[in-house]
C-alpha cells in the first residue's frame, strides 16, 4: 500500500467526516454525562454511598480506558469506520440498557457495557483527523471535532434533570438517549474509509507491545501522558460530582444545579473550543511548542480560579460558578493542544495506539482513581462534619465533605501545567524525529 498525502486544504470528504466525528463525540459525552445529571435521583433510588458513586465512575473509566488500548490498536491496522460505527451502536444500546436497571450492579453493568463502546471513539477519531488534515491544521479540525465535547455535555445537563422531572422518572433518560447514537452508527458504517497516510502494514509490525514501547520511550509523549493524569482526574471529578455539589451545599434543586453545571463545565467548552484551536495553531506556527506553552498558562491560571471558587462560603453561588467557569477553561484547552502535539510526536502508523496509551493512563489513574478518592474523601469529611457537632451524618455534612473533597480539582490542574510545561521542552526533537 502507498502512502497518501494529505491536502493543505480541507477536502469535502473530510469536512463531512469531521462534522459525523463532532456528532459521534457530541453522544459520547451526552451518554456519559447522563448519570452525572441523575446521580443524586440513583443514590437516592439505589441507597449508595459517595464511595459506590465513585466506583460507579470508575469502572465506567477503568473500562473505557483498557479497551481503548485494544480498539486504538484496531484503529492503527483495521477499517476504522467500522470500529466506530459498531462502537457507536453498542453504547447506545448499553445506554438503553442502564434505563432498564432495577438495582444497583445491573445499572453497574450496563455503564460498563458504554464504556467499552465509547472506547471506540477517541483513538479512531484522532487517526482520523490526522490522516485528513496537514499538521498546520489539525488543531482546528481537532477543536470542531471536540466541539462534541462540551456541546454533549451543556445538552446532558440542560436537558438531563428537565426530563426526569417532566417524566416523573430519571430511568427514561437513558432510553431517549439512545435512539441518536445508533442511528449515527449506521451511517457512520456507510461513510466511506479515509485514506491513511501511510501503509497499514507498517502499523503491524511488532505487535502492540513493541508499540507500546517505542512510544513510551520518547519524553514528550511521557510527559503529556502524565499530565493526561491531571486531566482526567479534574474532568471526570468535575463532571461526575458537580450538580451533587451544587445540590447538597450551594442547596440548589435538580434542574437549576444541572443547567448552572452545564455553564460551568460544558459552555465555557464552547469558547475553548471555538477559540483554542485556532489560537493554538497560530503560536504553533510561531514557536515549536506554542500549543504546549499555551495549555501550560491555562493550566496555571485555572489551578488558581479553580482553588478560590472551591474556598468560597455557600452563599457566594454566584461567585463561584464565576471563578470556577473562567478556571475550568483549562481542561479544555489541554485535548486541543495536547492531542496534536501527542499526534506531531509520534510516527504515523503508532498514532492510535499512542492515543489509546495516553487516554488509557490518563482515565484509569487519573479519571478512575480520582472519582473513588474523591467519593471515600467525601464519605469521611462528612462523618468529620457530623462528629464535629456531634450530629448524624445528613444531607447537610454530606454538601460539605463533597465541598472539601473537590479541592483535588485545583490540585489536578496544577500536575497539568507542570506535566505540559515539561513536556514542551522535549516536543520539538521528538517532532523532529517523527516527521523524518
Known sequence: MTSVAVTAVPTAPARRMVALLFLAMFVNYYDRTIPAVLMEPIRREFGLTDTLLGVLNALFTVTYAVCGIFLGRLADVGVR?????????????????????????????????VGIGEASCAPTAQSMVADLYAPDRRSRAMGVVMLGLPLGLVAAFFTGGAIATAMGSWHAVFWLASVPGAVLGVVMLCMPEPPRQTARQDGSHGG???????????????????????????????????VALLQRYFHM????????????????????????????????????????GLTTLASMAGTALTAMALLL????????????????????????????????????????????????????????????????????????????????????????????????????????????????????????????
Open 253 to 292: 434543586p435538580l434542574i437549576q444545579a444541572g443547567m448552572a453545571s452545564g455553564i460551568m463545565i460544558g459552555m465555557t467548552g464552547l469558547v475553548a473550543m471555538l477559540g483554542g484551536g485556532w489560537l493554538a495553531d497560530v503560536l504553533q506556527q510561531r514557536w515549536s511548542a506554542g500549543r504546549l
Open 313 to 436: 462560603p455557600s452563599a457566594q453561588v454566584v461567585l463561584f460558578v464565576l471563578l470556577f467557569s473562567v478556571g475550568w477553561l483549562a481542561t479544555y484547552l489541554f485535548p486541543v493542544c495536547a492531542y496534536p502535539a501527542l499526534q506531531d510526536a509520534v510516527p504515523a502508523h503508532q498514532r492510535g495506539i499512542a492515543m489509546a496509551m495516553h487516554l488509557a493512563i490518563g482515565n484509569v489513574i487519573g479519571g478512575g482513581a480520582g472519582v473513588v478518592l474523591v467519593g471515600a474523601l467525601s464519605d469521611r469529611f462528612a462523618r468529620a462534619s457530623a462528629q464535629a457537632v456531634g450530629q448524624a451524618v445528613d444531607e447537610l455534612h454530606r454538601g460539605n465533605g463533597l465541598h472539601t473533597a473537590m479541592l483535588l480539582i485545583p490540585a489536578a490542574l496544577l500536575l497539568m501545567a507542570l506535566a505540559t510545561w515539561q513536556a514542551s521542552r522535549h516536543f520539538a526533537a521528538d517532532a523532529q524525529r517523527a516527521a523524518a
Open 208 to 242: 502492540m507491545g513493541q508499540a507500546l514501547r517505542l512510544v513510551w520511550a520518547l519524553r514528550s509523549v511521557r510527559w503529556l501522558t502524565l499530565g493526561a493524569i491531571g486531566f482526567g482526574l479534574a474532568g471526570y471529578v468535575g463532571t461526575g460530582f458537580m
Open 81 to 113: 469506520k467500522r470500529v466506530m460505527g459498531l462502537g457507536l451502536i453498542a453504547w447506545s444500546a448499553a445506554t438503553a440498557w442502564s434505563g432498564l436497571a432495577v438495582g444497583f450492579g445491573w445499572f453497574l453493568l450496563a455503564r460498563v457495557g
